[in-house]
């Protein structure tokens, strides 16, 4: 896999991260040898989101692959903003979700695809 360029003369943290010579000597994984062919992927976030900022290229990938993909999501969001009234609880545990299945969406994720367990916690 190549790495990522940002089209601007700017040497900002991703054209470091990619110039760097360790990048170089570390050996590209298979998603076979993650993920044996008719296993199941399990992704377990603490909070809506985060399986996509954490997973979401290999998400894509596995996705792509036709693997069988299981989200779990243990909170529902609403408590990364105490005491907001932008963006109270309430509001959170709705648009949280929310984002996650856009960012899934841009990805390229069919969401009918996957199963995803949302444990509702605050």
């Keep these: 896999m190549k790495p990522a360029l940002l089209s601007d003369n700017r040497r900002g943290p991703a054209q470091i991260w990619n110039s760097a010579p360790q990048l170089a000597q570390i050996p590209a994984i298979n998603p076979a040898t993650l993920v044996p062919k ?44 105490p005491g907001s009234t932008v963006w109270p609880a309430k ?12 960012a899934l969406r841009r990805l390229g ?8 367990i949302r444990g509702g916690f605050a």
Aim: glycine share 8%.
């Design 38 to 81: 008719g296993a199941r992927v399990v992704i377990i976030a603490p909070h809506p989101g985060d399986e996509v900022i954490a997973c979401g290229g290999l998400l894509q990938l596995l996705s792509t692959l036709e693997y069988s993909l299981q989200l779990i999501s243990i909170t529902d969001g609403s408590a990364s903003h």
């Design 109 to 116: 994720v069919p969401l009918h695809s996957l199963k995803w």
């Design 91 to 102: 509001r959170l545990s709705v648009v949280r979700p929310q984002e996650s299945v856009e």
